[in-house]
């Protein structure tokens, strides 16, 4: 089942259950979906592009939630926590560090970098297999502690 059919089912089963938070949430995945649709770019929504738009409206979130969070603003952090763990289940299950470090050192052996210099190459790849499973920052301090 595609992610818009997805969508488009618990936008239903949100609005029955009265539920605000993932009600919310589900209308903001559904809102970038058509913006991405309609953008002009041609682009076809695949599933990449699906796990890249969902990362980046938790992206969204979670910056919002650290300045609320500084600001002291726990009725509107509260509201972004919630948001964040809607839209998180429709992102697959992140990986483990232990999966991550192999597989990082897999791509390392592959592309045979042995020195911070190859960083780039090494992060490009990692960035491409993993998409979704791990957050680029997160694969980055990765690379970059395993080629040191």
Do not use: H
């Not at 991405?36 to 910056?63: C, H, P």
């Not at 998180?88 to 791509?107: F, G, H, N």
Request: positive net charge; hydrophobic residues 45%; charged residues 30%.
């Amino acid at each position: 089942m595609s992610l818009e059919v997805k969508i488009t089912n618990d936008l239903k089963e949100a609005m029955k259950n009265k539920d605000q938070a993932a009600l919310r949430s589900v209308r903001a995945i559904k809102a970038a979906i058509l913006l991405f649709k309609t953008d002009g770019s041609g682009n076809a929504l695949d599933e990449t592009a699906e796990i890249k738009i969902l990362q980046k409206l938790v992206k969204q979130r979670q910056d919002s939630l650290d300045i609320y969070t500084k600001q002291g603003r726990e009725d509107l952090a509260v509201t972004e926590r919630e948001e964040i763990a809607v839209i998180q289940k429709y992102l697959p299950a992140q990986m483990s560090v232990e999966d991550m470090k192999t597989a990082i050192q897999a791509i390392i052996a592959e592309t045979g970098a042995t020195s911070a210099k190859e960083m780039g190459k090494v992060i490009g790849l990692a960035n491409q297999r993993l998409a979704g499973k791990a957050e680029g920052k997160v694969i980055a301090a990765m690379v970059k502690e395993l080629l040191s």
